[in-house]
């Protein structure tokens, strides 16, 4: 025993005891540095943070309150948060469907030697149009013609016709809409034929005596009230030509 005690003696002479554990090591001192501290020294009633010192400190904690908007806009006393629609024009008008001037338009049609109200019938309506073109081709269909898609070509092809010599032919010019709009509109006598095409025969005298009157009451209620509309005083035949040209495509489908 006596052998090994002297090799641990000689082996490794240390000046190091365990009373040296309280003083900082590798050069770093316990004062300045408060968190290097003995196990049972440490206080632990601070708050332990993740961060580094010297880094970005932790957030506020959650209070719970919620965020409150302020309101930018106060409405008086009298003025309610959403507006009155007592002012507002009805949804029909909105859309352009006035069955006031769509009656006014019909009669003026049904009455030639009615005069015709150029502020009325300058607007562009498509709505009694479109009725009239769909009974046209409905009566035809009673007759077992189905022209349907004659009917809807031949009008937008005239349509186009007349909008290009309307607008060569008058100072103010016209729309294609309010062109449209008034062809189809004298289209209705077009359908009280095609109507009695339904009943009769209209190949014989009195169905070409009958088309001819038809033709000539359309292109006359059309030419009317272009020129009421577009103020072309004295040129009602010559507006009235090309109108009975395309009214007269009609009564063929309606004849044959």
Known sequence: MSGFDNINTDFYQSSYSVDDQSQGGYGYNNAEDPNNKQYGQYDYSQPMGYAAPGMMQPQQPY????????????????????????????????????????????????????????????????????????????TLLLAGKIQFGYVYGISAIGCLGVYCLLNLMSMTGVSFGCVASVLGYCLLPMIL????????????????????????????????????????????????????????????????
């Open 63 to 138: 209070t719970g309150q919620i965020f409150q908007p302020t309101q930018t806009y106060t409405p008086s006393p009298g003025q309610s948060m959403y507006s009155s629609f007592d002012d507002e024009p009805p949804l029909l008008e909105e859309l352009g469907i006035n069955f006031d001037h769509i009656w006014q338009k019909t009669l003026t049609v049904l009455h030639p030697l009615k005069a015709a109200d150029g502020s009325i019938m300058n607007e562009t309506d498509l709505a009694g149009p479109m009725v009239f073109c769909l009974a046209f081709g409905a």
């Open 193 to 256: 034929l095609s109507s009695f095409g339904v009943l009769l025969s209209l190949q014989g005298m009195v169905g070409i005596i009958l088309t001819a009157t038809i033709i000539g009451w359309c292109s006359f209620s059309a030419s009317k009230i272009f020129i009421s509309a577009l103020a072309m005083d004295g040129q009602q035949f010559l507006v009235a030509y090309p109108c009975a040209l395309l009214y007269g495509v009609f009564a063929l489908i309606s004849v044959f």
